[in-house]
């Protein structure tokens, strides 16, 4: 109960508490649950999850790197879970401009995720949005694009067009655009997304923020300087309210 309060936490946004309440969980596994080492693996992964959130790479990668060794070795490297710490390794190689390695894994993860789940799970889906923003990183943008929409898709159909999931790829896919010049695309999927996540996840919570702060990166890359201003300006009232 403790590790899904903790991701539950982490959803919020509320990532010391997450932190602290997965790593009791994970103690508690094993200490007195030390056969079930899927669940201790799907705990150490969202325990990864939260250090790549906070920009805490070492740490995710000494954890990462364990999990995948410990999932190999008494599960398989086919085991949904084992597959899940390969992506969020590769995930944090990609955050630290670790390319080559970080697409060996995410292409691996992703592979698997497609023999062992339908290719419409949302963790495949997952795997394959985590790779499109590699490939958008690399410069990589048609290959970015047609994966960004699948994803997008995938999500749309089967979590729902609000759903975090969803407006993560909105997002992600937004960015892609304006590197592109694609500018009038990428403000209707930032505008989308950042409308959603402020109904779902609160004016504060970090991919809230996120997405605010692309939409004003938007506007100034387009020279649309009093639209960038208007935002940023919204965006400071909601921070001196939180303060």
């Known amino acids: 109960l403790t590790g899904w309060m903790g991701w539950f936490r982490h959803l ?21 649950r030390q056969g079930e080492v899927d669940l201790e693996l799907t705990f150490t992964n969202f325990l990864g999850d939260v250090y790549i959130d906070n920009g805490r790479y070492n740490e995710a990668e ?74 958008r990183m690399q410069k990589q943008f048609e290959e970015a694009e047609s994966f960004f929409n699948e994803a997008l898709e995938g999500k749309r159909k089967k979590l729902g067009e609000d759903h975090p999931e969803t407006l993560e790829s909105k997002n992600d896919l937004a960015v892609l655009y304006k590197e592109q010049a ?19 996840l609160g004016d504060t919570h970090p991919h809230t923020l996120e997405s605010w702060n692309n939409l004003i990166a938007l506007y100034e890359a387009w020279n649309k300087s009093e639209k960038a201003k208007e935002w940023r300006a919204q965006l400071a009232q909601i921070e001196d309210f939180d303060e």
């Open 12 to 32: 919020q946004g509320r990532y010391a508490e997450a932190e602290s309440l997965l790593e009791k969980s994970l103690e508690i596994c094993r200490q007195k």
């Open 62 to 135: 000494r954890l990462l790197v364990k999990a995948v060794d410990t999932a190999s070795r008494r599960l398989s490297e086919e085991h949904p879970e084992t597959l899940t710490a390969i992506n969020e390794l590769g995930v944090v190689y990609r955050d630290q401009g670790r390319y080559e390695k970080a697409e060996l894994l995410l292409r691996k993860a992703l592979k698997g995720k497609l023999r062992v789940l339908d290719k419409d799970s949302p963790k495949t889906l997952t795997c394959l949005n985590d790779l499109a923003v590699l490939c």
């Open 182 to 200: 694609r500018y009038q695309d990428a403000e209707k999927l930032l505008l989308e997304a950042l409308e959603g996540r402020r109904l779902k």
